[in-house]
């Protein structure tokens, strides 16, 4: 396989794993972007805020669990309902 000079693989962290590995059920920062439908940037922006869905940091990467994400969202809707 031929990486280039300084290239790594892309690396997908459900990729290749075993049930009940350490990485199983977390979601990239572009993928929970594209589930909620929003930017990268408004991920990073939540972040700085203290805002937005609970998130996991494995040295440098950013990681979503799928079941925070789920609770996130549900705390929303409940949030917007009680506003009402």
């Known amino acids: 396989m031929d990486l280039g000079r300084n ?4 690396f997908e962290p459900n990729e ?3 049930e ?7 979601l990239t920062q ?4 594209s589930q909620l439908g929003v ?3 408004t991920l990073a ?6 805002r937005g869905p609970p998130r996991t940091v ?9 079941d925070s ?4 969202l549900l705390a929303q809707e409940e949030a917007l309902a009680t506003r009402q």
Do not use: H, M, N
């Open 7 to 10: 290239k790594l693989p892309a």
């Open 16 to 18: 290749g794993l075993a």
């Open 20 to 26: 009940g590995d350490a990485l199983r059920g977390l």
């Open 30 to 33: 572009k993928q929970v972007a």
């Open 39 to 41: 930017s990268l940037a």
């Open 45 to 50: 922006r939540w972040r700085r805020e203290r």
């Open 58 to 66: 494995v040295g440098r990467q950013i990681y979503y669990r799928r």
């Open 69 to 72: 994400l789920a609770a996130w």
